[in-house]
């Protein structure tokens, strides 16, 4: 079956260490995306790609960082540089095209003591 | 600028009807999604609305009025699975990402 594979499910980190998430897509999606989820707020989006090798900063990309060397992969760096980066993260991609639904993974929940 | 303003919080009772009100403003408005998010999962796509009126899709149905920038989702039959956090978020001419709401979770009760 298609779909989009964040792992891990959970992350515990020391403050001061840099972490990555790891994303991975079967569906043949151009683009992807990394969104930040906090009690109270909206999805928010730290960064975006629409093909490899290119990637753009969504609203809150300071403290963060990502690589887009295939399709399938869209892995996330948050950086000690991140003043609060306990939060839930979530993945997704689509097709591009306009109405074009977000496929989303299940999230990697992280914290940061 | 954008906004998206959403009840935080509904509770319904099993079998009853509950509707999700959903106001944005933004310009450039191309249609809006409503996506269903059980806690701690993903959120899975529920309807996408372009043009004004009311789309319906089994138990659950989604209307858009463009000219009040007002959309629902209406749920029907409730059952305890609904019990979920509903989001609801546009995208514009030119944009590469969808702007969320803070979403609005339904507790259905007995």
């Known amino acids: 079956d298609g779909g989009i594979t964040q792992s891990p499910k959970y992350l515990f980190r020391k403050e001061g260490q840099n972490v990555t998430l790891s994303c991975e897509q079967n569906l043949n999606h151009d683009a992807m995306y990394w969104y930040r989820q906090d009690p109270g707020q909206g999805l928010r989006l730290i960064y975006y790609?629409?093909?490899?090798?290119?990637?753009q900063k969504g609203d809150i990309a300071e403290g963060y960082s990502v690589s887009r060397e295939k399709k399938e992969s869209f892995p996330l760096t948050v950086t000690s540089a991140q003043k609060n980066p306990t939060a839930f993260y979530l993945c997704a991609s689509s097709n591009k095209q306009s109405a074009s639904p977000l496929h989303f993974g299940n999230g990697t929940r992280l914290t940061v003591t | 600028g954008q906004n998206i303003d959403q009840p935080t919080e509904m509770t319904a009772t099993e079998g009853a009807i509950v509707q999700i009100n959903c106001t944005y403003q933004t310009s450039g408005f191309n249609g809006l999604f409503w996506y269903q998010q059980h806690a701690g999962e993903a959120p899975t796509f529920l309807s996408y609305?372009?043009?004004?009126g009311l789309e319906e899709k089994g138990r659950f149905s989604s209307f858009l009025s463009r000219s009040k920038g007002y959309s629902y989702l209406l749920l029907k039959e409730l059952q305890m699975k609904d019990s979920a956090s509903y989001l609801c978020?546009?995208?514009?001419?030119?944009?590469?990402?969808?702007?969320f709401g803070t979403g609005t979770r339904l507790t259905v009760i007995p």
């Open positions: 609305n372009v043009l004004d």
């Open positions: 790609s629409q093909i490899v090798n290119d990637f």
């Open positions: 978020a546009f995208d514009q001419t030119g944009a590469n990402n969808l702007f």
